[in-house]
């Protein structure tokens, strides 16, 4: 048995985008924004148009040695990004635009080890760096900003898996992610020209998943996934991290399944934390629009209602000449739980109410294989 | 002793839910500051400015009542999508001497650079106008524990604009000026009725207009086109009333309908009673014109 292999190889990734942009600034909200639901746009308006491309070069090499008993696979990926973009000041009559053309190089060094100390036991742990270039839609000059380079993130895990008797699987896993260069608004009243948005965004998530299977036997399987994390962002120099927009404490979903003959029986439960919104906690009227402004309290200060959903699933496989036929019912929502999915308020956010999911619905579908 | 329990009051404690005509903004259930007229509502850094409040309460009109006012200091960061910025809700205000529904203020002299297109010297970003190609100082009034902004339409100079096209548009303007309500009128069964007596219980449909010259039209600045585009106001009127239901809390014309008047219908309360209305007209540009009118409803003979 080889104690080295290597694999190299390039990606290459080529993008072009043309976007035209009319409206408010604030509208839509990104992330860290405060906003509430439905919340008309600003009153300022500004439109723009420009387009961008964006090429991405990504030669890597990784290595799996085989140390003892350890199997340590470094890696080494080296992006080369050329971001144009067609203006790098807003438009003033018709006069051309001065496009920008930038070569944005990230070496990312990744490293992972795992090692099985005991028969049927492995443990894992892997970091490394990752670049991520600006999105089209953020490079105009007049809501963006052209000069947006890459953001950057280090992850790092480590975990165990195990494997049981009777076709049971269990895995643990710890993570971190430590991400900076973020973009995001200026907080600045009156930012530089084509610099509406900054990389002074800054982020962490840490958390634990755990993985539990069964492999197919006697025509049973099933898996329960359950992630505890905490995700958070601030701006640069700030002393403390606020929740992150799209956080969820706790995300668990179970699902077992049983094959008898031509049938196949599902069930599948979730439960999931209610994403932080930003609290409500009295308002003013703009009397120059006629309308109601919310003013709000602690960013990301409390959270929707948790998530809840059994789903079934009746699926019988039907044999027709050459045919296959595949009938299934599925049923979501089998308890008719009220899953909040958003704040909503009356006109002077006095008081406030949710926009709920879908109720127990019932789907009969088919499949024919030829 | 029992004491009875209404299913209205257990509605309102299990299940949350207030009587529908309570959420409707038209129904003026407590203290309010409905609106704000501002003469003249454009103004140039350093002109004085005549302020007057509409302060409601179930009771009607509080001409008395103490009202503090303050121009916001503070420009909106671009991480905010209301109308002003919060720090003006805070510390960042400069005080207008005056305690009263109405004051006068001159318009801060470096409006425009705060709240305008002004910027610093070196390559800053404009300030965005509104989509009448306005901007705006906030002034915040506060009476009987409600805040409210009203924003003085400001005449700056247009951000980056080519050049022929800030020589037209100096050459063009207008300042803003208010709009004039004309007075109610009211009708029971189509026929014209008297605003003190109006019959309880009934259906009535109320009946206000403007004068064709306010619904001006005016040169605005277009970013895409990067040229003048000429607009025409569109005004909508907000009612407001302390018993009884409108059919809606607000009527208008837009910018296209040339029409001159605008009607609502109102169901009058069951029982014989003094009732307030008030009526706001608003330009889409700064532009406000309110009005106040008692209502007297009356059992049928």
Redesign the interface.
Known sequence: MRNVAVTAGVDALASRASLLRQGSLTLPPREGDLYVFGQPPGSDVNADDWSTNIVDVGPFLVAELRLGPFLVTPGLRADLFLVKGSRSTPRVGQTPGIGSSRLLPALDPRLSVSVSPVEHVTISASGGLYHQPPSAEDLGPVFGAPTLVLSRAAHASAGASVRLPAGFDVEVTGFFVSLDDLVVRSRLPTPHLAAALTQDGEGESFGVQVLARRQLRNGFYGWIAYTASRSERRYAGDTSFRLFDHDQSHVLTATAGYEWREWNFGVRFRHATGVPRTPVVDSFHDTTAGRFQPIFGTQNGTRLPSFQALDLRVQKAISVRRASVVLSLDVTNVTNQDNPEEIIYNYDFSRKSFISGLPVLAILGARVEL | MKRRVSWGTVCLVVAGC?PAEA?R?SLVTGP?????RSEPPESKPGAPVLYEALVVTPDGDLQGAVVRWAFCA?????????????AC?GDAVRPIVGASVSVTAATPTDTCSLFGPE??P????P?????TGGF?QPVC?EALE??????ERITCNLP???L??AVEYAERRAPNRNPKLAPLRAFVNGAPTSLDALPAGGDVRFEVGWSADDAEVYPAF???K?ALVDQRKAL?V?WYTTAGAFESD?TGRSSEDLATTVSNGWSAPDEASRVFLWL?L?DGR?G?DFARYPLDVKSPL
């Open positions: 207030l959420e903004e309010r500051i409905l609106a704000v503070a420009p909106k960061p671009l991480t905010e999508n209301g109308s002003v910025s919060t809700l910027t610093p070196g390559d800053f970003r300030r965005d106008p509104d989509a705006y009034v409600r805040t409210a902004f009203v924003l980056n604009v080519p022929g096209v277009d970013p895409r990067q909508r907000s607000v706001v608003r700064g406000t």
